[in-house]
Structures are given as C-alpha cells and as structure tokens.
C-alpha cells in the first residue's frame, strides 16, 4: 500500500499530488497534562495523533493527517505539577487558523480527533462557529468513545476515564513508551462535591481533579492490558472509518 498521507512527512509537491484526491483533514487534539504516576503528561497528544495515523491509513487515499494540536483545555488538572492549559478561545483560534489555511488548497470538510474530554465542549462550540463563518464542514469525534460497549464488557472498574483501566488499555497498544508499567495505581479517591457534578447527576459543574483523587488517576490501573487495548481501538478505527467514509 502507498505510504498515507501525513503533512508532517511530506513535500510540497507530494501534499499538490494528493490533493487531487483527499477530501478530508484530520486534525488530532490532544492535551498537556498529569496522568497520575504511571503515564507521561504528553499522553493525550500522542493518542491522539496514533489514533489519526491509523485512522488516516484505513482512510487512504481521501483523508490527510494535520499536526497534532498538542494542548488543550485543562484548567481541572492545574493543581498537578506541568499540566498546560490553554483557553476554549485559544483552541478556537488555533483551529480557526488550521482549517483556514487548508481550506486554501481546496479542503472543504475536516475532523477533530480528540483525545480528552475536556476538550468535548469546546469542540462543540467550535464546530458551530466555524462551519458556518468558513463555510467548511466540521465533524469532531472522541477517539475510541465509538467503542463503549467493548469498555463496559471489558473494563472492571465502575468509574473510570483517566490514566485508568481504558486509557493505560489503550496506550499499551497504540504507544506504550508512554506507560511506567513499574508504577501502575488505582485512584486514590477522597471525598468531596465531586461526586454531586458527575455525568448523570441532577447538576453539572467545574471541579479539580485534585478534589477528586489525590493521585490524579481515575479506575484501577492495574487490570489494564495491551489486549483490552487492542479491542477498544481497533473497534473504535473500525467504526470511525465507517462513519467518516459515509459523510465524505
């Protein structure tokens, strides 16, 4: 199979070639923050861009991969050491100016992969904003979430979503230098209103994640396995290649 179409190994006269049959940009948005004691903080970025590598092969030859937004939206793991966040408004401007320029040379319709769910809301608002201010088509997609019921019959854990049973699942598989396998924890979980803003509470609200779990971790670690992670990713390409296939 001819190589895929990555803009960050390619040369112009390469990116002019395929241009004659890509029909969608694929814009993987990642994160900067803690992942408690056994995952780098690079985590969601590199997730990120190995899901849209994949996805971009299975794709080939209609879909280029963009580079990586490697930050997010990450004000709920400030407290941590390194976390960088950046502004909804900043992740706004930045895709603004990504999706401009590509609409240049001739990209009308484009696909947010993102890795942290912090950034789920503010890609709603973006998709809004700028489909129509540049006239473009915008999709956006969490990367394995397509994959739930694989997660629900593997993953042991009631509560989890960070640095936990899934993610460690899926780093193990897709890019395990990111992993101190040495140092794998369950989440230390303490007490707090937390639990009252949580997904299927009668309230939502902002908390820190330090308020949540004192080791930064969400679900138990522990029982990840690069086999779990094998069968949530490639269920999640396999249905995200579908799904892309059909709206382009």
């Known amino acids: 199979m001819p190589s895929p179409y990555f803009l960050t190994e390619m040369t112009w006269p390469e990116v002019e070639q395929a241009l004659k049959t890509v029909k969608i940009a694929i814009i993987p948005l990642g994160a900067h923050e803690q992942h408690g004691p056994h995952m780098v903080e690079s ?3 590199v997730l990120a861009e190995e899901m849209g590598k994949r996805l971009t092969e299975r794709l080939y030859p209609e879909a280029v991969l963009t580079p990586a937004i490697n930050m997010g939206v990450s004000p709920h793991h400030i407290h941590f050491p390194g976390t960088i966040s950046l502004e909804p408004t ?3 401007a930045i895709l603004r100016d990504m999706i401009k320029s ?3 040379h001739g990209i009308k319709q484009f696909l947010i992969l993102n890795s942290h769910g912090g950034n789920q809301s503010t890609l709603g608002v973006a998709s809004d904003m700028l489909t129509g201010e540049l006239d473009v088509r ?4 969490k990367t394995t979430a397509s994959a739930k019921d694989v997660m629900d019959r593997r993953i042991e854990s009631k509560l989890y979503g960070h640095s936990c049973d899934r993610e460690v699942s899926e780093a193990l598989y897709l890019a395990p230098h990111l992993v101190r396998t040495d140092k794998l924890e369950a989440a230390d979980y303490q007490e707090g209103r937390w639990k009252k803003l949580r997904p299927g509470n009668p309230l939502q609200g902002f908390y820190y994640y330090d308020e949540m779990t004192r080791n930064g971790c969400i679900g138990d670690a522990t029982k990840a396995s ?3 992670g094998k069968e949530i990713v490639e269920t999640a390409l ?4 579908k799904a892309v296939k059909e709206v382009i």
């Open 43 to 45: 985590c969601d970025a």
């Open 138 to 141: 915008i999709y956006y997609a």
């Open 90 to 92: 900043t992740v706004i």
């Open 238 to 241: 396999e249905r995200l290649t």
């Open 226 to 228: 690069e086999d779990i």
């Open 102 to 104: 590509l609409k240049q």
